[in-house]
């Protein structure tokens, strides 16, 4: 059974850009999270969907956006890059919403460095 | 405002030690809590998930416990090797209608050979 996929791998882009990320669960997980961690504020809660849906939202500011797809894929994107969103981000996907009952399972990350 | 709390931030210990690492958070009301392992530049990987109403869990040489009344999680590793050397991050969750982790800072352990 495949792991969670997360592309691309690593970004480079420049301050003002604009980036989206992917996100693809484990094959019948319908809830994805997202997640920034940082050498400074370590791993921090971005948002979460489930079913197309966002059920939760960390405190971030407007810049971050995420969406869900019908086949539970999702992305997240990032708009008018400042030099502190350089992160490692990191996607979860787990079964169903259950209060983390269910083991979250994480994809490899995409690394984002904004010059 | 739950907090999780990692001591100590960094272990070095020798090949065939037994280790403890330490996660404390503030919420009494916590729902589960789940240790990860990351490497560097890694993803993380789920190590072992502690129900609520669980005390322990157990899997190969980790094991697992968790004391809601005092605040306070152990990971315990036997025989420790040094593929063990990673990053180790525990979470909580708060419950509800929601998947959301706060996580600790982590504890980096080096074993040496």
């Known amino acids: 059974k495949a792991g969670v996929t997360q592309t691309p791998r690593y970004l480079i882009k420049t301050r003002g850009q604009q980036v989206t990320l992917s996100c693809s669960p484990i094959s019948g997980h319908r809830s994805v999270s997202w997640y920034q961690q940082t050498p400074g504020q370590g791993l921090q809660f971005l948002f979460e969907?489930?079913?197309?849906?966002?059920?939760n939202k960390g405190n971030f500011p407007g810049r971050f956006s995420g969406r869900q797809f019908s086949n539970s894929r999702s992305e997240m994107n990032v708009s008018t890059l400042e030099l502190g969103d350089s992160a490692l981000y990191l996607c979860?996907?787990?079964?169903?919403?259950?209060?983390?009952?269910?083991?979250?399972?994480f994809g490899p990350g995409t690394r984002l460095t904004v010059l | 405002k739950q907090e999780v709390t990692q001591i100590p931030a960094a272990l070095s210990v020798p090949e065939g030690e037994n280790l403890v690492l330490n996660c404390s958070f503030t919420?009494?009301?916590?729902?589960?809590l789940q240790w990860f392992r990351q490497d560097p530049g890694k993803g993380l990987t789920s190590l072992l998930l502690i129900q609520s109403s669980q005390r322990e869990q157990t899997s190969g040489r980790l094991n697992a416990s968790l004391d809601k009344s005092s605040g306070r999680s152990t990971l315990y590793i036997a025989a420790s090797q040094p593929g063990d050397s990673a990053t180790y991050l525990c979470?909580?969750?708060?419950?509800?209608?929601?998947?959301?982790?706060?996580f600790g800072t982590g504890t980096l352990l080096a074993v040496q050979p």
């Open positions: 969907y489930f079913s197309e849906t966002q059920r």
């Open positions: 919420d009494s009301a916590i729902y589960n």
């Open positions: 979470a909580m969750s708060a419950g509800g209608a929601t998947n959301k982790l706060i």
């Open positions: 979860a996907s787990s079964l169903r919403v259950a209060g983390g009952t269910d083991t979250q399972y």
